[in-house]
T-cell receptor
């Protein structure tokens, strides 16, 4: 069990089309995050969720929306994809509760490579 | 938003060499984390630091939480080829952080000397 999966892993789409990326976790962690990774910019937070139906904006939220209807799934939607949204997208999960004496720090999924033509 | 300055941005290593990298901030953090990212994968947590002055090891990796709480260091001893990748520092601010959010450095890319 991978704990956190992302789908699709790769996607090529055209400018102006809607795109939805899915993050699924089996850890029952409270917090979920979407990041994008671009050369020279490291990891930048797009949106995050601190519970079911509780979401907030991150550093680079323009052009993106999210939804979390259940604990295990966090969806990232690009309503009308643009070439500037070509990137690698990572989902992460965390939980403030300690387990086995350690904090559940942010744990990342494998990423989705999105190309917008 | 606040930024973490991570250096160096990239470096070449030769097998057996020791490697050092650091992260600095203008703000105080109450947690410092170090992640490694292999090509095509997500970052993986290497070391977590929760107290100023704390020194923690994970195999050949050693990280320290700076006394000022504004910096952290990662050292890799006797590097091996599988150490190549991108290393990220991340900090959790000491102010109220409802989203349990982290601030990430820009990464240090380790490559093998040709």
């Amino acid at each position: 069990d991978a704990g956190i999966t992302q789908s699709p892993r790769h996607k090529v789409t055209e400018t102006g089309t809607p795109v939805t990326l899915r993050c699924h976790q089996t850890e029952n962690h409270r917090y979920m995050y979407w990041y994008r990774q671009d050369p020279g910019h490291g990891l930048r937070l797009i949106h995050y969720s601190y519970g079911v139906k509780d979401t907030d904006k991150g550093e680079v939220s323009d052009g993106y929306s999210v939804s979390r209807s259940k604990t295990e799934d966090f969806l990232l939607t690009l309503e009308s994809a643009t070439s500037s949204q070509t990137s690698v997208y990572f989902c992460a999960i965390s939980d403030p509760v300690k387990s086995s004496g350690k904090y559940n720090e942010q744990f990342f999924g494998p990423g989705t490579r999105l190309t917008v033509l | 938003g606040q930024q973490l300055n991570q250096s160096p941005q990239s470096m070449f290593i030769q097998e057996g060499e020791d490697v050092s990298m650091n992260c600095t901030s203008s703000s105080i953090f109450n947690t410092w984390l170090w992640y490694k990212q292999d090509p095509g994968e997500g970052p993986v947590l290497l070391i977590a630091l929760y107290k100023a002055g704390e020194l923690t090891s994970n195999g050949r990796l050693t990280a320290q939480f700076g006394i000022t709480r504004k910096d952290s260091f990662l050292n890799i001893s006797a590097s091996i080829p599988s150490d190549v990748g991108i290393y990220f520092c991340a900090g959790r601010p000491s102010n109220n952080n409802a989203g349990n959010m982290l601030t990430f450095g820009g990464g240090t890319r380790l490559m093998v000397k040709p």
